[in-house]
Nanobody, 120 residues
Framework: VQLQASGGGLVQAGGSLRLSCTAS????????MGWHRQAPGKQRELVAV???????NYVDSVRGRFTISRDNDKNTVYLQMNSLKPEDTAVYYC???????????????WGQGTLVTVSS
């Protein structure tokens, strides 16, 4: 099982980016999927998560600017980031609680991270 993230890049302040993360492998089911980020010199923080039923939750600093969504048929979670600010610059990591085939329950997985740089 692995999570593959993509979509990062360099954008000017006020611009937009869309991140994608797909879970692949022998998966029985997926619970929560979400995004965290880690800026230089700072701790990793939760950005947005979405439950398997589609309920989103956001950190206050991105609410109203970022939108999380998921396609359960594709085992993919997205993060649409609008009105980007320089302080959004970070490595963004996808994260999922999923149940691999042959395992006894949910396990937590991380993607490899994708860099988002917002210039002022």
């Amino acid at each position: 099982v692995q999570l593959q993230a993509s979509g990062g890049g360099l954008v000017q302040a006020g611009g937009s980016l869309r991140l994608s993360c797909t879970a692949s492998g022998n998966i029985f089911s997926i619970s929560t999927m979400g995004w965290h980020r880690q800026a230089p010199g700072k701790q990793r923080e939760l950005v947005a998560v979405m439950s398997s039923s589609g309920r989103p939750n956001y950190v206050d600093s991105v609410r109203g600017r970022f939108t999380i969504s998921r396609d359960n048929d594709k085992n993919t979670v997205y993060l649409q980031m609008n009105s980007l600010k320089p302080e959004d610059t970070a490595v963004y990591y996808c994260n999922a609680d999923l149940w691999p085939l042959g395992e006894s329950g949910l396990r937590n997985y991380w993607g490899q991270g994708t860099l988002v740089t917002v210039s002022s």
